[in-house]
């Protein structure tokens, strides 16, 4: 008999969650066993609020699915909701239910980072708790730009953020040593507790440019004086730094330095808001080194740009939602689809799956021995493990001169 | 009798300022008029300095000058350096003579904006005045991403920043529509007194995007309380706000919007330094209207993204370096290399030259027909005169994930 599928996403946007989205469509279109392919719009609320798209008749040509798998953001939208213990508050749950056996659901993918993961985990073991696990098979498909899901080599959309950055970071060291004094130039990246993204700042080397001066990685407590200190001497030597930091470097005792500027600022309601690692160091260069200095933050750039996509992370995303729609058909419910490494050179990996409960609420940070003992910059090991990553080229088709992207 | 060609850039570095220089070297290699290619190094104080690179031996290979033309930044290094009139104090200038005579400079061309055309107008005049002229040909090929030259119907650089700018804002509108409550986006772009580069944001409607709700150019007035009242009627309607603004917008007083805020810092050494207007628009909409709100810097990523060429620009600008050189070779010194536009559509344009004293210290600012009568819109005259500009995409190679840049 049968089945409807239902594909969701979640969390913050990437250049790479629409080509795993892609993914889902593509193989439950060629399978025997699937009849309609529903889209929830804004995640799990979609369902809750039985907000459900067709995506079996808006997706009737493959070069609409090529446009969307190269197009950034989050096609069918995204939310930030979390679903409730079902021991506390099971209604989510129940409403849940009744809209899959109204729309004749089987199986449902969410394409998510960490909170995504805990949805899956949560339904699908409600589900096993009921007695109704045959009914529905609910799997994970991971994305997040920062790469901190455990259990997979690496995450969808971790790729092309990073080609991005390692590209961005090459061109603004060209561009900061145009003038014979170039100053202090601190760019910031995204990452709260893992260091990933900043890391992938060093691949704008590999190509024989410079690269960043100094890395700051989340991993490492930060010491203001020692950076000062290390800022000085590079600007002594090369007339010029560049210097990568995480958003969320953090002191000895764990307290964030963009947070230690933060009391300065309040909004109209009393809420504290943060000016950003970069500004506060922007700051202590002005006033403790006198030079010209300026901080660039990536910020949104560095998830969104789709103009320069990773070919691995974007083929490997398809990959993934494919994998997630065969261990829907497998019945193999409450797993994620993942990447298992076998080798970095050559570069080489298997699809297979894991238990989600394994991933939900865990948070994978760089491995210390990958960075350097000044704890300033990257080892060989990190190097390796990213360069495979950011490799090969997807462009969007261009018209008008923009990228062509999916309308929404 | 052959003699040798300096060629030197200055300002701030672009994408397409290095095309420009290839199509310098280009030319020159091919004429039998020119013997050495001298780049001199950091502008004209790499000619106080005699610090000259012999081009013609480093590019001996045509696979060189093209990646050279995909370069960002300038690769002969840059400066901000005015020459002294002369009038008052000529000794600049007799130490260019003595080192255009030393190395037998029959012909100097000067890639720059504003600043450096009027270097060449200056150097021009005195070898004028001198009874040299004959000697030498002083001569400018214009650059700048802010397009505000006079004389000349747009300048290399700005093309490809306009197409940065255009694919960027198509991205960031994506990145904000995935949740119900999108907030507001303040996206601050370059430009301190002319709006040409906010405006390219327009460009990002092209391909039926939203693009930004809300533009604001340095060209009309800034009102802050219109701007909260245009912006809450935007968030009631379509949830969220997308905005363009010109870092230089100003107030009905001509005072700068990011100065407002700027005397409440200050550094160590007492200089006050400046917020960004994106900044200051960010605490006005989180006291007065209390909303999700975010400010997104540009940059210098919109200088230096070599990754999205436009190919109408780098062409362009490798002509304008030929073009150059061909004013040169005819004697025709004091001039600047230029483009006429002939027609939009289809877009055909002229290459000829200006005497730079028409060009110098000038600036060329969006003509008022050219903006929505609203105040915080463009109409279509004004996207017929840019969206050629941005047409065409030239990639560099790509090498291990990143761009192959040529290293200096």
Redesign the interface.
């Known amino acids: 008999m049968k089945k409807n599928i239902l594909v969701a ?1 979640s969390g913050g ?1 990437t250049s790479a969650i629409n080509a795993t989205l892609s993914g889902v469509i593509q193989t439950s279109l060629i399978s025997s066993q699937i009849d309609i392919v529903y889209g929830s719009l ?1 995640g799990v ?1 979609g369902i809750l609020q039985e907000n459900f798209i067709d995506l079996t008749e808006i997706f009737q040509s493959t070069m609409d699915i090529e446009e969307l798998a190269h ?4 096609a069918l ?4 909701l979390k679903l409730k213990d079902y021991k506390e508050d099971d209604s989510q749950y129940k409403k849940i239910i009744e809209v899959f056996r109204k729309k004749e659901i089987g199986i449902f993918i969410y394409i998510g980072g960490n909170d995504s993961m805990d949805t899956v985990d949560k339904l699908s073991r409600y589900c096993e708790e009921q007695g109704i696990a045959d009914e529905f098979c609910i799997i994970g498909a991971p994305k997040t730009i920062d790469n901190d899901l455990v259990m997979t080599d690496h995450c969808p959309g971790f790729g092309s953020a990073a ?1 991005y950055i ?3 970071f ?3 060291d ?7 004094n170039g100053g202090v ?1 601190l760019v910031e990246v995204m990452g709260r507790n893992a260091g990933w993204l900043t890391a992938a700042s060093a ?2 080397r ?4 410079n690269g960043p001066d100094l890395i700051y990685l989340c991993e490492v407590p930060f010491n203001m004086d020692k950076f000062i200190e290390d800022t000085k001497e590079i600007l002594s030597k090369r007339g010029r730094v560049i210097v990568a930091l995480s958003e969320g470097i953090q002191d000895s005792e764990g307290r964030y330095i963009s947070e230690l500027h933060a009391q300065k600022e309040k ?3 009393g809420h504290t ?1 943060i000016a950003g690692a970069g500004k506060v160091l922007e ?1 202590e260069v ?3 080194i ?1 030079c010209k200095v ?1 901080s ?6 560095q ?6 996509l ?1 070919g691995t992370d974007i083929q490997e995303s398809r990959m993934l939602g494919a994998k997630a729609v065969q261990c829907g058909l497998e019945e193999r419910s409450g797993r994620m689809a993942r990447i298992e490494r076998i080798s970095s050179k050559p570069y080489k990996i298997r699809f297979s799956s894991v238990s989600v409960s394994k991933v939900a609420n865990r948070e994978k940070k760089i491995p210390l021995e990958w960075i350097a003992d000044n704890g300033h910059d990257v080892k060989d090991e990190l190097i390796d493990y990213l ?1 495979p990553l ?4 997807e ?1 969007p088709r ?8 999916y ?2």
């Open positions: 996403q946007p804004n609320e197009t950034p953001s989050a939208g995204s939310c930030r080609k390692a590209t961005t090459s061109e603004l060209r561009d900061i040593s145009v003038y014979q130039l691949l704008s590999m190509n024989g440019g909004d109209a309601f808001y700051d002005r006033n403790k006198g300026r660039v933050e990536l910020n949104l750039m998830r969104c740009a789709a103009h320069i990773s360069l950011i490799r090969g080229e462009t261009y018209h008008n001169g923009i990228p062509e992207y309308l929404v």
